[in-house]
């Protein structure tokens, strides 16, 4: 279960990232060297993939939780896990 803690993280990790983007745009409106907006660029990426990775990682915990608590592994649940899993994967390429 995402508390309200956890959210208060994600919507502040947004809000930097929000200023990260922000940021590049300046950047590129002053027309900083190249090496410098790319170096802005991936660390913006990276701190958009640890947010979702974060995301991920609480909604596999649901799915897992949710099938322990009725005893027994629910196949189903584990394979909703790693779909959601596999499809942020695939657009983090």
């Known amino acids: ?54 995301l991920i990682t609480h909604r596999m915990k649901e799915c897992l939780k949710h099938s322990s608590d009725e005893m027994d592994l629910d196949e189903d649940a584990v394979e909703e896990a790693f779909e959601v899993f596999m499809k942020y994967v695939h657009h983090v390429k």
């Open 1 to 54: 279960m995402v508390t309200k803690t956890d959210i208060e993280k994600v919507l502040n990790r947004l809000r930097r990232i929000e200023g990260q983007v922000r940021g590049l745009q300046r950047m590129i409106s002053e027309d900083k060297r190249c090496e410098d907006v790319l170096t802005q660029l991936a660390a913006t990426r990276a701190a958009l993939d640890r947010v979702g990775v974060f």
